[in-house]
Protein backbone atom coordinates (compact mmCIF):
# COMPACT_ATOMS: atom_id res chain seq x y z
CA UNK A 1 0.00 0.00 0.00
CA UNK A 2 1.44 3.51 -1.30
CA UNK A 3 1.76 6.28 1.28
CA UNK A 4 -0.19 9.32 0.87
CA UNK A 5 1.40 12.44 1.36
CA UNK A 6 -0.09 16.05 1.77
CA UNK A 7 1.75 19.12 1.48
CA UNK A 8 1.36 21.79 4.18
CA UNK A 9 1.53 25.31 3.08
CA UNK A 10 3.46 27.54 4.95
CA UNK A 11 0.52 28.55 7.28
CA UNK A 12 0.07 25.13 8.02
CA UNK A 13 4.15 24.73 9.50
CA UNK A 14 3.36 27.68 11.58
CA UNK A 15 0.03 25.77 12.61
CA UNK A 16 1.90 23.02 13.86
CA UNK A 17 4.56 24.82 15.36
CA UNK A 18 2.31 26.57 17.60
CA UNK A 19 -0.01 23.70 18.37
CA UNK A 20 3.81 22.16 19.83
CA UNK A 21 4.86 24.37 21.90
CA UNK A 22 2.00 24.80 23.50
CA UNK A 23 1.91 21.16 24.51
CA UNK A 24 5.51 21.80 25.55
CA UNK A 25 4.88 24.12 27.66
CA UNK A 26 1.56 22.39 29.23
CA UNK A 27 4.03 19.38 30.10
CA UNK A 28 6.31 21.97 31.73
CA UNK A 29 3.72 23.46 33.65
CA UNK A 30 2.48 19.88 34.68
CA UNK A 31 5.78 18.56 35.43
CA UNK A 32 6.82 17.43 39.11
CA UNK A 33 9.01 20.87 40.65
CA UNK A 34 10.63 21.43 43.95
CA UNK A 35 9.36 24.63 43.72
CA UNK A 36 5.91 25.94 45.93
CA UNK A 37 5.09 29.29 44.35
CA UNK A 38 3.74 30.94 47.94
CA UNK A 39 2.44 34.12 47.45
CA UNK A 40 1.72 34.37 51.31
CA UNK A 41 3.83 33.66 54.14
CA UNK A 42 3.72 30.59 56.19
CA UNK A 43 3.15 30.34 59.81
CA UNK A 44 4.90 27.55 61.23
CA UNK A 45 4.29 26.49 65.00
CA UNK A 46 7.19 24.97 66.97
CA UNK A 47 8.07 24.81 70.67
CA UNK A 48 11.07 24.60 73.26
CA UNK A 49 12.13 20.98 72.63
CA UNK A 50 16.24 21.10 73.37
CA UNK A 51 17.88 20.25 70.95
CA UNK A 52 15.44 20.01 68.27
CA UNK A 53 14.19 23.52 68.49
CA UNK A 54 15.32 26.33 71.24
CA UNK A 55 15.17 29.90 71.54
CA UNK A 56 18.13 32.18 71.96
CA UNK A 57 18.89 35.68 73.88
CA UNK A 58 17.58 37.48 70.96
CA UNK A 59 14.50 35.43 70.80
CA UNK A 60 15.52 33.66 67.41
CA UNK A 61 15.10 29.66 66.75
CA UNK A 62 17.69 27.55 66.41
CA UNK A 63 18.24 23.69 66.73
CA UNK A 64 18.03 20.57 64.61
CA UNK A 65 14.33 20.57 63.58
CA UNK A 66 14.79 24.31 62.71
CA UNK A 67 18.13 24.11 60.64
CA UNK A 68 16.01 21.12 58.72
CA UNK A 69 12.73 23.37 58.08
CA UNK A 70 15.00 26.15 56.76
CA UNK A 71 16.81 24.39 54.10
CA UNK A 72 13.59 22.55 53.09
CA UNK A 73 12.33 25.91 52.94
CA UNK A 74 14.36 27.33 51.21
CA UNK A 75 14.78 24.36 48.67
CA UNK A 76 10.60 24.96 48.00
CA UNK A 77 11.02 28.65 47.67
CA UNK A 78 8.48 29.28 50.82
CA UNK A 79 8.68 32.76 52.89
CA UNK A 80 7.90 31.83 56.60
CA UNK A 81 7.71 33.08 60.07
CA UNK A 82 7.81 30.42 63.47
CA UNK A 83 5.41 31.07 65.99
CA UNK A 84 5.80 29.68 69.29
CA UNK A 85 2.94 27.72 70.63
CA UNK A 86 2.17 24.44 72.72
CA UNK A 87 2.21 21.07 71.99
CA UNK A 88 -1.12 20.67 72.09
CA UNK A 89 -1.70 23.88 69.98
CA UNK A 90 0.86 22.55 67.27
CA UNK A 91 -1.68 19.93 66.34
CA UNK A 92 -5.13 21.78 66.66
CA UNK A 93 -3.59 24.66 65.21
CA UNK A 94 -2.51 22.95 61.99
CA UNK A 95 -5.72 20.73 61.95
CA UNK A 96 -7.96 23.74 62.04
CA UNK A 97 -5.84 25.93 59.51
CA UNK A 98 -3.96 28.55 62.09
CA UNK A 99 -0.72 27.26 61.22
CA UNK A 100 0.61 25.95 57.60
CA UNK A 101 2.55 23.50 59.54
CA UNK A 102 4.62 23.10 62.91
CA UNK A 103 7.72 21.36 63.60
CA UNK A 104 10.02 20.40 66.68
CA UNK A 105 10.19 17.12 68.33
CA UNK A 106 6.74 15.98 67.16
CA UNK A 107 5.65 12.33 67.26
CA UNK A 108 3.80 10.63 64.61
CA UNK A 109 0.86 8.96 66.52
CA UNK A 110 -2.42 7.17 65.37
CA UNK A 111 -4.78 9.98 67.00
CA UNK A 112 -2.35 13.05 65.58
CA UNK A 113 -2.53 11.59 62.25
CA UNK A 114 -6.28 11.10 62.55
CA UNK A 115 -6.40 15.28 62.50
CA UNK A 116 -3.35 16.51 60.63
CA UNK A 117 -1.35 14.76 58.05
CA UNK A 118 2.31 14.04 58.35
CA UNK A 119 5.25 14.44 56.32
CA UNK A 120 7.83 11.33 56.07
CA UNK A 121 9.82 10.89 59.58
CA UNK A 122 13.03 12.77 60.11
CA UNK A 123 14.33 11.48 62.73
CA UNK A 124 13.71 8.44 64.43
CA UNK A 125 14.59 8.06 68.02
CA UNK A 126 12.33 6.21 71.48
CA UNK A 127 11.88 6.46 75.21
CA UNK A 128 14.39 7.28 77.89
CA UNK A 129 14.52 6.86 81.59
CA UNK A 130 16.03 8.90 83.91
CA UNK A 131 16.81 8.31 87.51
CA UNK A 132 18.56 9.67 90.37
CA UNK A 133 22.78 9.86 89.83
CA UNK A 134 23.99 6.66 91.84
CA UNK A 135 27.87 7.33 93.19
CA UNK A 136 30.06 4.22 92.59
CA UNK A 137 33.08 2.95 94.73
CA UNK A 138 34.65 5.09 97.35
CA UNK A 139 32.23 7.57 97.06
CA UNK A 140 29.46 5.31 97.23
CA UNK A 141 31.17 3.93 100.32
CA UNK A 142 31.05 7.56 101.86
CA UNK A 143 28.05 8.63 101.51
CA UNK A 144 26.39 5.98 102.99
CA UNK A 145 28.74 6.05 105.88
CA UNK A 146 26.65 9.52 106.30
CA UNK A 147 23.63 8.20 105.88
CA UNK A 148 20.84 8.53 108.39
CA UNK A 149 20.26 5.04 109.22
CA UNK A 150 24.36 4.06 109.75
CA UNK A 151 24.52 7.41 112.40
CA UNK A 152 21.13 6.20 113.43
CA UNK A 153 22.76 3.18 114.07
CA UNK A 154 25.86 4.24 115.46
CA UNK A 155 24.36 6.67 117.81
CA UNK A 156 22.47 3.79 119.57
CA UNK A 157 25.25 2.01 119.89
CA UNK A 158 27.28 4.78 121.57
CA UNK A 159 24.09 5.11 124.30
CA UNK A 160 23.55 1.77 125.01
CA UNK A 161 26.92 1.53 125.64
CA UNK A 162 27.43 4.54 127.81
CA UNK A 163 23.97 3.05 129.44
CA UNK A 164 26.07 -0.55 130.32
CA UNK A 165 29.62 1.37 131.03
CA UNK A 166 27.43 3.66 134.21
CA UNK A 167 26.35 0.07 135.81
CA UNK A 168 29.92 -1.04 135.61
CA UNK A 169 31.11 2.50 137.46
CA UNK A 170 28.46 2.16 139.70
CA UNK A 171 29.28 -1.14 140.98
CA UNK A 172 32.98 -1.04 140.73
CA UNK A 173 33.62 2.83 141.68
CA UNK A 174 34.20 1.96 145.74
CA UNK A 175 36.21 -1.17 145.58
CA UNK A 176 38.36 -0.64 142.46
CA UNK A 177 38.75 3.06 142.39
CA UNK A 178 42.05 2.61 140.64
CA UNK A 179 40.42 0.82 137.32
CA UNK A 180 37.07 2.72 137.41
CA UNK A 181 37.93 6.47 138.87
CA UNK A 182 35.46 8.75 140.49
CA UNK A 183 32.96 10.97 138.62
CA UNK A 184 32.89 11.47 134.65
CA UNK A 185 36.14 10.01 134.56
CA UNK A 186 34.66 6.71 135.74
CA UNK A 187 31.69 6.31 133.39
CA UNK A 188 34.44 7.20 130.76
CA UNK A 189 36.18 4.01 132.18
CA UNK A 190 33.09 1.91 132.25
CA UNK A 191 32.22 2.50 128.74
CA UNK A 192 35.53 1.69 127.50
CA UNK A 193 35.15 -1.74 129.24
CA UNK A 194 31.42 -2.59 128.35
CA UNK A 195 32.85 -1.21 124.51
CA UNK A 196 36.05 -4.43 125.01
CA UNK A 197 33.97 -6.88 126.51
CA UNK A 198 31.20 -6.46 123.97
CA UNK A 199 33.72 -6.42 121.10
CA UNK A 200 35.36 -9.48 122.93
CA UNK A 201 38.90 -7.57 122.85
CA UNK A 202 39.80 -8.39 126.23
CA UNK A 203 43.05 -6.08 127.10
CA UNK A 204 43.15 -7.61 130.33
CA UNK A 205 43.87 -3.79 131.53
CA UNK A 206 41.14 -3.70 133.70
CA UNK A 207 38.34 -5.96 135.21
CA UNK A 208 35.23 -6.12 137.55
CA UNK A 209 36.52 -7.12 141.18
CA UNK A 210 33.06 -6.58 142.97
CA UNK A 211 30.63 -9.34 142.71
CA UNK A 212 27.88 -6.67 141.72
CA UNK A 213 30.46 -6.21 138.57
CA UNK A 214 31.61 -9.59 137.80
CA UNK A 215 27.26 -9.93 137.75
CA UNK A 216 27.19 -6.77 135.28
CA UNK A 217 29.97 -8.33 133.38
CA UNK A 218 28.64 -11.49 133.10
CA UNK A 219 25.33 -11.03 132.00
CA UNK A 220 26.55 -8.12 129.57
CA UNK A 221 28.70 -10.64 128.04
CA UNK A 222 26.22 -12.70 127.00
CA UNK A 223 23.77 -9.85 126.22
CA UNK A 224 26.23 -8.80 124.16
CA UNK A 225 26.36 -11.51 122.11
CA UNK A 226 22.85 -11.25 120.57
CA UNK A 227 23.32 -7.11 120.26
CA UNK A 228 26.59 -7.47 118.79
CA UNK A 229 24.48 -9.64 115.63
CA UNK A 230 21.48 -7.28 115.77
CA UNK A 231 23.92 -4.10 115.25
CA UNK A 232 26.10 -5.88 112.43
CA UNK A 233 23.10 -6.50 110.76
CA UNK A 234 21.81 -2.78 111.19
CA UNK A 235 25.09 -1.21 110.10
CA UNK A 236 25.48 -3.68 106.99
CA UNK A 237 22.11 -3.11 105.84
CA UNK A 238 22.54 0.61 106.09
CA UNK A 239 25.79 0.09 104.36
CA UNK A 240 24.21 -1.59 101.25
CA UNK A 241 20.78 -0.06 101.05
CA UNK A 242 21.49 1.79 98.04
CA UNK A 243 22.60 -1.73 96.64
CA UNK A 244 19.67 -3.47 97.63
CA UNK A 245 17.48 -0.96 96.46
CA UNK A 246 15.96 -1.94 92.97
CA UNK A 247 17.76 -1.05 89.77
CA UNK A 248 15.56 0.46 87.23
CA UNK A 249 16.99 -1.63 83.74
CA UNK A 250 14.14 -0.83 81.90
CA UNK A 251 9.86 0.16 81.83
CA UNK A 252 9.53 -3.40 83.62
CA UNK A 253 11.14 -2.10 86.48
CA UNK A 254 8.71 1.10 86.84
CA UNK A 255 5.97 -0.65 88.18
CA UNK A 256 7.46 -0.48 91.44
CA UNK A 257 8.59 2.96 91.82
CA UNK A 258 7.43 6.58 91.73
CA UNK A 259 7.24 8.16 87.94
CA UNK A 260 6.68 10.90 86.18
CA UNK A 261 6.54 12.14 82.49
CA UNK A 262 4.21 14.65 80.83
CA UNK A 263 0.34 14.60 80.31
CA UNK A 264 -0.98 14.06 76.31
CA UNK A 265 2.43 13.42 75.28
CA UNK A 266 3.24 10.39 73.51
CA UNK A 267 4.99 9.51 76.65
CA UNK A 268 2.16 9.32 78.27
CA UNK A 269 0.15 6.95 75.84
CA UNK A 270 3.58 4.68 75.60
CA UNK A 271 3.27 4.59 79.62
CA UNK A 272 -0.41 3.54 79.48
CA UNK A 273 0.01 1.03 77.11
CA UNK A 274 2.40 -0.58 79.25
CA UNK A 275 0.02 -0.61 82.28
CA UNK A 276 1.99 2.59 84.50
CA UNK A 277 0.78 5.18 86.20
CA UNK A 278 2.80 8.12 86.53
CA UNK A 279 3.25 11.56 88.06
CA UNK A 280 2.15 14.23 85.64
CA UNK A 281 4.49 17.76 85.37
CA UNK A 282 4.35 20.46 82.85
CA UNK A 283 7.67 20.48 81.55
CA UNK A 284 11.13 18.21 80.98
CA UNK A 285 12.78 20.56 83.38
CA UNK A 286 10.21 19.98 86.12
CA UNK A 287 10.43 16.67 85.72
CA UNK A 288 14.06 16.19 85.71
CA UNK A 289 13.69 18.64 88.69
CA UNK A 290 11.79 15.93 90.50
CA UNK A 291 14.03 13.26 90.23
CA UNK A 292 17.17 15.39 91.15
CA UNK A 293 15.37 15.98 94.53
CA UNK A 294 14.15 13.03 95.47
CA UNK A 295 10.54 14.01 94.32
CA UNK A 296 10.06 11.31 92.13
CA UNK A 297 12.12 8.09 91.63
CA UNK A 298 12.17 7.88 87.85
CA UNK A 299 10.99 10.03 84.32
CA UNK A 300 9.95 8.99 81.24
CA UNK A 301 10.46 11.48 77.90
CA UNK A 302 11.68 11.50 74.53
CA UNK A 303 15.16 10.17 74.86
CA UNK A 304 17.09 12.89 72.66
CA UNK A 305 15.45 15.49 75.44
CA UNK A 306 16.15 13.74 78.39
CA UNK A 307 19.71 13.40 77.83
CA UNK A 308 20.32 16.87 76.58
CA UNK A 309 19.14 18.33 79.64
CA UNK A 310 20.80 15.68 81.75
CA UNK A 311 24.25 16.75 80.23
CA UNK A 312 23.96 20.16 80.86
CA UNK A 313 22.56 20.88 84.40
CA UNK A 314 21.99 18.15 85.92
CA UNK A 315 25.21 15.37 85.42
CA UNK A 316 25.75 14.96 89.03
CA UNK A 317 22.76 14.49 90.55
CA UNK A 318 20.69 12.80 87.38
CA UNK A 319 21.73 9.61 84.86
CA UNK A 320 20.31 8.28 81.70
CA UNK A 321 19.53 4.23 81.69
CA UNK A 322 21.03 2.87 79.39
CA UNK A 323 18.95 1.40 76.43
CA UNK A 324 16.17 3.19 73.89
CA UNK A 325 12.62 2.21 74.69
CA UNK A 326 10.07 2.13 72.19
CA UNK A 327 10.06 4.15 69.09
CA UNK A 328 8.85 7.19 68.40
CA UNK A 329 9.03 9.07 64.39
CA UNK A 330 9.43 12.69 64.28
CA UNK A 331 7.86 14.65 61.40
CA UNK A 332 6.26 18.05 60.22
CA UNK A 333 2.53 18.53 60.60
CA UNK A 334 0.87 19.61 57.85
CA UNK A 335 -2.72 20.34 57.05
CA UNK A 336 -5.18 17.73 55.91
CA UNK A 337 -4.47 17.12 52.45
CA UNK A 338 -2.43 19.99 52.20
CA UNK A 339 -0.68 20.39 48.57
CA UNK A 340 3.04 20.93 49.91
CA UNK A 341 3.06 17.37 51.26
CA UNK A 342 4.31 15.88 48.39
CA UNK A 343 6.79 18.24 47.49
CA UNK A 344 8.28 18.56 50.83
CA UNK A 345 8.67 14.66 51.62
CA UNK A 346 10.32 15.16 47.74
CA UNK A 347 12.97 17.33 49.29
CA UNK A 348 13.26 15.87 52.58
CA UNK A 349 14.01 12.49 51.11
CA UNK A 350 16.67 13.61 49.39
CA UNK A 351 18.15 16.22 51.84
CA UNK A 352 17.54 13.31 54.28
CA UNK A 353 20.03 10.81 52.79
CA UNK A 354 22.76 13.57 52.00
CA UNK A 355 26.35 13.92 53.97
CA UNK A 356 25.04 17.51 55.10
CA UNK A 357 22.43 15.85 56.89
CA UNK A 358 24.52 13.70 58.59
CA UNK A 359 26.90 16.26 59.99
CA UNK A 360 23.81 18.15 61.62
CA UNK A 361 22.71 15.66 63.18
CA UNK A 362 26.09 14.83 64.47
CA UNK A 363 26.44 18.22 65.82
CA UNK A 364 22.84 18.59 67.71
CA UNK A 365 22.27 15.43 68.92
CA UNK A 366 25.72 13.01 68.63
CA UNK A 367 25.43 9.25 69.27
CA UNK A 368 21.41 9.06 70.13
CA UNK A 369 21.78 5.43 71.69
Same mark, same amino acid.
Given at each position: ????????????????????????????LLSP?????????????????????????????????????? #??????????????? #?????????????????????????????????????????????????????VSML??????????????????????????????????????????????????????????????????????????????????????????????????????????????????????????????????????????????????????????????????????????????????????????????ALPP????????????? #????????????????????
Amino acid at each position: MNAIFIPLSKGSDALATVFMAGVLIVCLLLSPSTAVAQDKEFVVATKEAPPFAMLDAENQWYGLSISLWE #TLAAQLDISFRFEEA #TLAEMIEGVADGRFDASIAATTITHERERLVDFSHPFFTTGYGIAVPHEPTGLVSMLSRLVSKSFLQAVCLLVLLLVFVGFFFWLAERRNNKEEFRPGIEGVADGFWFSAVTMTTTGYGDMAPRSWAGRLVGLIWMFTALIITSTFTGMIASSLTAQQLQQKVEGPSDLSGITTGSITDSASDDWLRSNGLGFAPYKSVQEGIEAVATGGVESFVYDRPLLRHLVEKSYANTVEMVPGIFGRQDYGIALPPGSDLREPLNRVLL #TYLGSDDWAVLKRRWVGDVR
